[in-house]
């Protein structure tokens, strides 16, 4: 049964945060999303019962509004998962502001909001922290190095607040590698992404929820980042 706390997710109005959400509410979940720009999937989301709050994770400022909004609409959550993710081009001349951005938004995010909203984590029976990371943190990358890095940040901040919360609440992580193409991708670029993997798919944002859900369902893992990346790594 699903609990009658909600669950929130970030940055939940397009992609995978959107896919979760839609699957969420489907098993009778309430949820609650954040995002930064107003979108039809909201209006959506809003008809189906969702709650939808504005957050602009960019800067301290901005999260702790965001945390005083949240705490006005609920007194208890299922589980946080932390999906909203910023991809700041690290143009020469504005590498500290890209890398100042994706920090505040892959980790002084879910930092902040795990510290002051761990009571409402703890008004429900079974909570869950999870985090959203990214498959890149596995072995870096020398064109991305801030986003990675931010990233590797947010694998550590799973490690640390599952000691922190154990055995009140699990926190967990995933790790995706390509999941969904854009529109705009071209063919090559598909076929060069698609070669990466072992399995050789692009596989799309259910295998996020399927990991969400397991785990959500299992009692016994906490400070766990799982690998979702059709066997890159034995490429």
Not at 69 to 87: E, F, P, Q, Y
Not at 143 to 157: F, P, T, V
Request: charged residues 20%; contains cysteine; neutral net charge.
């Amino acid at each position: 049964m699903p609990c009658p706390a909600p669950i929130l997710i970030t940055g939940a109005s397009q992609r995978v945060g959107l896919h979760c959400a839609r699957r969420l509410l489907d098993d009778g979940q309430p949820v609650i999303v954040s995002y930064r720009s107003e979108r039809d999937s909201l209006t959506e989301l809003r008809k189906r019962g969702a709650i939808t709050l504005f957050g602009d994770f960019d800067t301290e400022a901005g999260i702790l509004t965001f945390i005083d909004t949240l705490k006005k609409h609920t007194g208890a959550l299922r589980a946080i998962v932390h999906n909203a993710s910023s991809w700041q081009a690290e143009t020469p001349g504005e590498e500290a502001q890209a890398f100042a951005r994706m920090v505040n938004v892959h980790m002084l995010a879910p930092y902040l909001i795990n510290l002051h909203c761990a009571d409402l984590l703890h008004a429900c029976e079974t909570a869950d922290i999870v985090h959203i990371s990214d498959d890149v943190t596995r072995k870096g990358s020398s064109k991305h190095i801030a986003y990675c890095a931010s990233k590797a940040g947010l694998d550590s901040l799973t490690l640390s607040f599952a000691a922190k919360y154990a055995p009140r609440i699990k926190v967990n992580g995933i790790a995706p590698a390509l999941l969904m193409f854009n529109e705009h991708d071209d063919a090559a670029y598909r076929a060069k992404t698609l070669a990466k993997s072992a399995m050789g798919i692009e596989p799309g944002p259910e295998v996020v929820y399927q990991s969400l859900r397991y785990l959500f369902d299992n009692p016994y893992v906490t400070g766990t980042t799982l690998t979702v990346n059709g066997g890159r790594h034995v490429k």
